[in-house]
């Protein structure tokens, strides 16, 4: 089974600043990795698919980026609303269909 | 507008079993390119993806909860049900289905339901 591992845990930021966030395949997934944003007491937000291709309505300051084992989801000027926790999750090889642990960005 | 909504109970008793509904609209359950998943989310965890079912019937299960787990589909009334046997308290989280994509990522998700297991 693959593991996805996301680190940072938790990012302290500050709104409008840039931010990577990193996720990490135990084995290569080609481009098979989506990229999901929850918000408190929400259901997940599709945000990147086939790792750097935005869902619909998404806006241009998320971007994906990686291949293989190695992941980026990059916010390039961190709004109010882009506090949450993001998961990036692989479909290469399913089942299962796996989650990383997240990362939740927080303000600073 | 693609929309799905979970319902089912808000408490179930140790080893007894949570049935599941997912009602869809805005998209058939007959379409080639779409699926429906249940994924699960413990308080304060991450998501866990539990089972699928797509368009043909094909079904897929967890590994770890293949043994407990049950997905089916009426197409007539746009529903995916879930069964899952012999609850634990373990088991307590928000249950979500979500519309899968060409058996990819989850494009769309209900707004998830709470199941707490406890006696």
């Known amino acids: 089974e693959i593991v996805m591992t996301q680190s940072p845990a938790t990012l302290s930021v500050s709104p409008g600043e840039r931010v990577a966030l990193s996720c990490r395949a135990s084995q290569s997934i080609r481009s098979d990795l989506a990229w999901y944003q929850q918000k408190p007491g929400q259901a997940p937000r599709l945000l990147i698919y086939?790792?750097?291709t935005r869902a619909t309505g998404i806006p241009a300051r998320f971007s994906g980026s990686g291949s293989g084992t190695e992941f980026t989801l990059t916010i390039s000027s961190l709004q109010s609303e882009d506090f949450a926790v993001y998961y990036c999750?692989?479909?290469?090889?399913?089942?299962?269909?796996?989650f990383g642990q997240g990362t939740k960005l927080e303000i600073k | 507008q693609v929309t799905l909504k979970e319902s089912g109970p808000v408490l179930v008793k140790p080893t007894e079993t949570l049935t599941l509904t997912c009602t869809v609209s805005g998209f058939s359950l007959n379409n080639p390119r779409m699926g429906v998943s249940w994924i699960r989310q413990p308080p304060g965890k991450a998501l866990e993806w539990l089972a699928l079912?797509?368009?043909?019937?094909?079904?897929s299960y967890s590994p770890s909860l293949k043994s407990r787990l049950t997905i089916s589909k009426d197409t007539s009334k746009s529903q995916v049900v879930l069964t899952m046997t012999n609850m634990d308290p373990v088991d307590t989280a928000t249950y979500y289905c979500?519309?899968?994509?060409?058996?990819?990522?989850?494009?769309?998700w209900g707004q998830g339901t709470l199941v707490t297991v406890s006696s």
């Open positions: 979500a519309r899968v994509v060409d058996l990819r990522w989850f494009d769309s």
């Open positions: 086939a790792a750097s």
């Open positions: 079912i797509f368009s043909t019937d094909e079904k």
């Open positions: 999750q692989q479909y290469n090889n399913w089942p299962p269909y796996i």
